[in-house]
């Protein structure tokens, strides 16, 4: 657990995990995670719910998670508008295609969570390097999976970015057009430049500019709303990682009391 266990810095307002990390973890480990979560709002961002796969939704696992989420009082649980399984975890997150066919596919397994754990959850825009389908744009079907499912969206700042690169669109415009009533919190990140037309979500490195530039477009767009800075490999000192944390409540201060637009 690290400088954590010893002292929660005031920067840091609240923590994300994914639940599937800490499923029935006990003995010290758990003492530690509960220590810690004890003393700050816990937000749960699952990897392994298959909104978007074929395979029946997993009650035994929902089961468990949902016993997760009572345990430590957590705040907002989702997932990724993906797939991740088939007959079998495939430990990928895979894109869907944008069509109306997975719009009624993907809501309905929404719907099937949140009457289980008897919550609304917010799923994640993902970033994705295949298209498997131009039905719809993807704006298009973001908005009809939240509206048809009545989700919450939790709007990853560098995804958007990621795939505005990888598939050559604008950025604020597709942000623009999301429902901003529905944002739950947003993510952002750092990511690798595989090549000049290519970028990688990696959450491996310093947020860019360009990211920063389109969180603090969201906030004008959309006012002031929960922030998570991911970093997931080559973390950095503590002293690093928030230094961007405070550059996201810099941001947040300097919007606040803005309305949306």
């Known amino acids: 657990m690290g400088p954590l266990q010893e002292e929660i810095p005031a920067a840091i307002e609240f923590l994300e995990v994914a639940p599937e990390n800490w499923l029935d973890?006990?003995?010290?480990l758990g003492e530690a995670f509960a220590h810690i979560t004890s003393q700050r709002p816990l937000l749960a961002h699952g990897l392994l719910l298959n909104l978007g796969g074929p395979d029946p939704i997993d009650s035994e696992f929902l089961a468990r998670v949902g016993r997760f989420l009572d345990q430590h009082d957590v705040a907002i649980y989702g997932d990724h508008l993906s797939f991740c399984a088939d007959q079998g975890h495939l430990y990928e997150l895979?894109?869907?295609p944008f069509t109306e066919e997975a719009i009624v596919h993907v809501a309905a397994r929404i719907r099937q969570v949140q009457d289980f754990l008897g919550r609304r959850i917010a799923v994640e825009n993902p970033s994705y390097y295949l298209t498997l389908s131009n039905e719809l744009d993807e704006s298009v079907f973001i908005n009809g999976v939240l509206a048809e499912a009545d989700c919450e969206l939790l709007i990853?700042?560098?995804n958007i970015y990621v795939n505005s690169v990888n598939h050559r669109y604008d950025p604020r415009a597709f942000l623009a057009s999301l429902?901003?009533?529905r944002i739950a919190y947003a993510?952002?990140?750092?990511?690798a430049h595989d090549a000049p037309d290519l970028i990688v979500d990696t959450h491996g490195t310093a947020v860019i500019d360009p990211v920063w530039?389109?969180?603090?477009?969201a906030y004008q767009r959309f006012g002031v709303f929960a922030t998570l800075l991911e970093r997931d490999e080559n973390i950095p000192p503590l002293g690093t990682?928030?230094?961007?944390?405070q550059r996201i409540g810099a941001m947040q201060r300097a919007h606040a009391g803005v309305a949306a637009a």
């Open 25 to 28: 973890v006990g003995g010290r």
């Open 94 to 96: 895979l894109p869907i």
């Open 156 to 158: 990853d700042i560098n």
């Open 179 to 181: 429902p901003g009533e």
């Open 187 to 191: 993510h952002i990140a750092g990511h």
């Open 213 to 217: 530039d389109l969180l603090d477009f």
């Open 241 to 245: 990682v928030l230094g961007e944390v």
